[in-house]
């Protein structure tokens, strides 16, 4: 399910199968422990329940600021997503709009405009360093 509650189905890659079984054989039963069971996919390792797309969200941003010492929410993984789409495939209309399974695409644009924004600053950085002298 998208976040706005309609449903979405994507292909998931070959090599993360065993991945996959790994963590619904293996892992999946041992945090539910005795508990009853769930048709949930992701379950808290504290609680053993179902998580929230809260605990989700929280849980992400508390990796990436440990792995990476910044706090990358979904919200941010989503706008990344949408400005990489606007900057690397500009001439793909509506792809950030699909990545992201928006339906109206006005809700993207504002990330076609940032990404237009930063390619002109960078365009003119690079000329601007033309005219440097060292």
Sequence with gaps: MTKSGRP?????PAWLNRYIEVYLNQSRPVLLG???PTNALWISSTTGRRMTTKNL?????????ETLGVDISPHLFRAAAAST???YGGNTHHLASALLNHTDPRVTEEHYKRASSMSAAAAY???ISGFRTY
């Design 85 to 87: 789409a606007a900057v």
């Design 125 to 127: 950085a690079r000329i």
């Design 8 to 12: 979405d189905e994507r292909p998931v």
């Design 57 to 65: 969200g929280t849980l992400i941003s508390k990796i990436t600021f």
């Design 34 to 36: 005795s508990r009853p």
